[in-house]
Each structure stands twice: as structure tokens, then as C-alpha cells.
């Protein structure tokens, strides 16, 4: 039992280190290019999975994350009232802006078709 276990345990560990080193990305692989450690974790089958996770790859976490998942983690937003976002009232005051001026417009056009109509109607008048 004891000779099994000197030759699964240090093939268990290589087949770890294999995988952990493929799935690594490229950017976190400290000293040497990927490839290179997974020459040194197949052909050093006993001390390259030890060098690998000793002195082969970062240990911390990339700032801006990994994943999307990671992204947003430590990101995210607070949810504010929209009585309290500035951003918020000032899009509704620029358009009430817009609307206002519309609404002059509106009117004005308004006028001009009203008196129109009054020209003609007193033009029709003075015809009959």
C-alpha cells in the first residue's frame, strides 16, 4: 500500500499542477512563459509541480477581476431615490426645457393660424 501511495501521490500532484497551469491564464505565470512551466511540470514530474506552485503563478487576484462576475463584485452601484440623483433632476429639468419650448412653438403657430382664420373670416365677411 505504501509503494502505491509513493507513486499516485506525486502523479496526483502533476496532474493538479498540469491543469492548474492550463488553466492559468498567460498573464499570471510568474518567471517563464506557460509553456515553458508545463514542459517543467511534465519532464520534473516530482519537483515541477512543487517549483509550479511555489514560484509559478500569482497568488493574488487581478484587480479588475477575471470574470464579469468579478467585474461587478466589488463595483457596484448604490441604488439612489430619483428625488436624490442629481444626474436624474437635471435630465428632467432639460427636458421641461424642451417640452416649454415646444409648447411656445405650439402656441405661437397657434396664433398665427387663429388670426389667419379671423382674416379670412372678416375678409368673407366684407365679401357677402
Known amino acids: 500500500m505504501l509503494r502505491a501511495l509513493m507513486y499516485i501521490l506525486p502523479l496526483a500532484l502533476t496532474i493538479y499542477a498540469f491543469i492548474d497551469c492550463l488553466n492559468t491564464p498567460e498573464d499570471e505565470a510568474k518567471h517563464l512563459p506557460k509553456l515553458a ?30 470574470t464579469p462576475s468579478e467585474w461587478h463584485r466589488n463595483h457596484r452601484t448604490t441604488w439612489v431615490a430619483p428625488d436624490d440623483n442629481p444626474d436624474f433632476l437635471k435630465s428632467i429639468k432639460e427636458e421641461n426645457k424642451k417640452d416649454e419650448s415646444l409648447l411656445k412653438d405650439w402656441e405661437a403657430d397657434l396664433r398665427r393660424r387663429e388670426e389667419e382664420l379671423k382674416k379670412r373670416e372678416q375678409g368673407e365677411d366684407k365679401d357677402s
Request: glycine share 14%; aromatic share 20%; no cysteine.
Open 37 to 66: 512551466w508545463i514542459f517543467i511540470i511534465l519532464l520534473f514530474w516530482i519537483v515541477g509541480p512543487i517549483v509550479w506552485f511555489a514560484a509559478g503563478k500569482m497568488r493574488h487576484a487581478p484587480a479588475g477581476g477575471r
